[in-house]
């Protein structure tokens, strides 16, 4: 892996052991992501992945793979490098990644319930939005049907998933509709959280030519605070569900289990309204 590219990881794995699987992001164009600009994708070679893990502590009990979107390196690599995390990290109860709807798609229910039973226990997925206008403006490179498809696929083969959406993405006055449309999408299968991001316009993305161009106009705060609360009052989940957006880029930070603290976490956000 160069030195010179950054490692991106999700607030929670800050203590968790990294471990280089891809440099970069294979697709690169969403409109709003700047994180892998100017940076050229390629897999990281299971032998220089094994000499990273023959320094890894013994008694690891968690490694979360780093890379936009290590699941690109197909099943039959995959298998292998989680075996060699279990030969060197014996004691490694969880591994975790980035994964994209785009990647998981490449996969069967089969290979990602083999995947699960090898250790790949938790993904974190940028679903964004239910929006397909949405969607299609921000070049994701899914639709929302997409997005359910794999989403169940990933039940059916029990492995656990977080769904990261971003309120704001549909600029100025369209967040109600886009939280309605986020939650119909979210409703359709089970997550075991929900993270949320508020957009962040980053210099030298697409999205920032939008609006330099008035083609987007980002949605003010008391607006996205209202998409909140529209999507924590549209979401009723079988099951229990973490709905965490305390994410830094958020405007509010709150986390609670869905649906027990539904009514304090919409309390919360009201009062941040008012």
């Known amino acids: 892996m160069s030195e010179s590219q950054t490692i991106h990881y999700p607030q929670d794995e800050v203590h968790t052991f990294l471990l280089p699987v891809t440099n970069a992001c294979s697709y690169n164009a969403c409109a709003f992501c700047s994180m892998y600009a100017g940076e050229e994708f390629s897999p990281v070679a299971l032998s220089d992945i094994e000499a990273e893990l023959k ?4 008694y690891t009990e968690r490694v979360f793979l780093t890379g936009a979107d290590p699941l690109q390196i ?3 690599k995959m298998s292998l490098l989680l075996g060699l995390i279990h030969q060197y990290l014996p004691y490694c ?9 785009r990647s998981i798609s490449k996969y069967s ?4 319930s083999a995947l699960h039973n090898k250790g790949l226990r938790d993904l974190y997925i940028g679903f964004e939005t239910g929006s397909d ?6 070049n994701k490179g899914h639709t929302a049907a997409d997005a359910v498809r794999q989403a169940k696929k990933l039940n059916e083969a029990d492995l656990s998933f977080n769904t990261i959406i971003i309120y704001g993405i549909a600029g100025q006055g369209r967040s109600t509709e886009n939280a309605a449309a986020t939650a119909e999408m979210i409703m359709q299968f089970r997550t075991r959280r929900i993270i949320t991001m508020s957009l962040t316009v980053f210099p030298g993305t697409k999205l920032k030519q939008m609006v330099r161009s008035g083609d987007f106009r980002p949605a003010g705060n008391r607006e996205r605070l209202i998409e909140v609360k529209t999507l924590l009052e549209n979401l009723d989940p079988m099951t229990p569900t973490m709905f965490d957006t305390t994410h830094p880029t958020n405007i509010l930070k709150i986390k609670g289990s869905l649906p027990q603290d539904k009514q304090k976490l919409l309390a919360e956000v009201q009062k941040r309204i008012s």
């Open 109 to 112: 229910t089969e290979e990602l």
């Open 55 to 58: 320094h890894g502590d013994t």
């Open 93 to 101: 109860a969880c591994v975790a990644s980035y994964a994209s709807i």
């Open 74 to 76: 197909g099943f039959d």
């Open 133 to 138: 206008e949405i969607l299609k403006l921000m």
